[in-house]
């Protein structure tokens, strides 16, 4: 066993056993799982400061969260989404699955979230050498978002069929910020059991000792 | 309350609870509190799964853990960290305390694991518009493993101030990936009850009112 300072909070093996259920239960939710139903302010509150509480590089906090709920809106993001689709699934077979896959719950899910990056105006420590860890930050803070909606019974899709330049012409994103992500986030009626993909065999799950190596 | 259907994991407030004190008790850890400790296998395994459980563009799963153990190498990494720190200190006033800050813990901690993105060599869905979708995914992988690493009371450093040419050459690392983060992990003395940049006055945590807007 370790031994921590007194003050120090040490997690034992069932707290070790929620986080574990939280991470394999967590999943990319598509259109045909939400529903219609608004999720609690208190709630989103909570999901938005697990977001907050990621890491980020010499303590920037590059992140800002816009929350769409204007339909129209909406409605040009899905657009845009139905016009990079169509593209994107010319460069899969004609007999691949794709085309009958549902990618997106832009407009059935109650909430939509722009993630993004807000670049530097001064010089960040740590980010001096690798300009990336703005906005790899601000994945971590989706990863939060997505763990913390999940322990909510909250599902989450991140769409990334979008051009990032026409997401912020559409909401009106200043080129201070840089789109990091597209979440679509609600209740729903189920969550499956393993990913979609992996149920449909697009592609098999890696083991550790695949993608593991010492040197 | 939501009703899933009856197999689904439907979380309650204390198992959210234990998520947000995760959340809320990691740190990034440098080097002055890593202990001469090695990890054992089998919490080694358990926090590489938690990084393997995270989501992935396409389920293409673009991720590998090179964990480095080999101390001439890590006297390799660290003389590269020092030299890019060097050039790092001029970028900031005089009077800041950048130079007193230690900002690795790369022979310190009893592990460092460098984590890599390979690159598709095919089509991947959902990465035909958004290329930078598969370091996400890495990326999302990372924080995972942070968290399950805090669960298990292990304490995980991320070293940005590093060039990841000079890495992947000290690593042996080929072209076909892309170094996204170097880890050091390692049991603890302590986990700063705040991080360390916020202790230090560097600068003030952002609040949810400052980074969220509704459109």
């Known amino acids: ?50 977001a907050i509480l990621a890491p980020s590089v010499g303590f920037s ?15 040009e993001i899905y657009h845009e989404f139905r ?22 719950g ?5 909430l939509n979230i722009a993630v993004l990056y807000q670049k ?12 990336k860890m703005g ?9 939060n978002l997505w763990l913390m909606a999940r322990a909510h019974n909250v599902g989450v899709g991140w769409v990334s069929i979008l051009r990032a330049k026409k997401v912020k012409k559409i909401l009106g994103i200043s080129n201070e910020y840089k789109l990091v992500g597209y979440l679509t986030l609600g209740y729903v009626s189920k969550f499956l059991d393993e990913p979609e993909l992996l149920k449909l065999k697009w592609d098999e799950r890696k083991r550790i000792k695949e993608v593991v190596e010492w040197v």
């Not at 070790?16 to 598509?30: F, H, T, Y």
């Not at 906005?135 to 990863?143: F, G, H, L, N, R």
């Open 135 to 143: 906005e790899y930050s601000v994945v971590c803070a989706i990863q």
């Open 120 to 131: 530097p105006t001064k010089t960040i420590l740590g980010q001096t050498t690798q300009k």
């Open 83 to 104: 016009k990079e689709n169509t593209k994107a699934a010319k460069m899969f077979p004609t007999t691949s699955i794709y085309t009958s896959l549902k990618l997106e």
């Open 1 to 50: 066993m370790i031994s921590l300072c007194k003050d120090q909070k040490v997690f034992d093996t069932k707290e070790q056993g929620v986080l574990k259920e939280i991470l394999s239960a967590r999943r990319d939710v598509r259109g045909h799982h939400f529903l219609d139903k608004p999720i609690e302010d208190a709630i989103l509150t909570e999901i938005l400061e697990a």
């Open 61 to 75: 906090q590059p992140w800002k969260f816009i929350l769409v709920q204007d339909p129209l809106k909406r409605d």
């Open 106 to 110: 832009i407009k059935e899910a109650p």
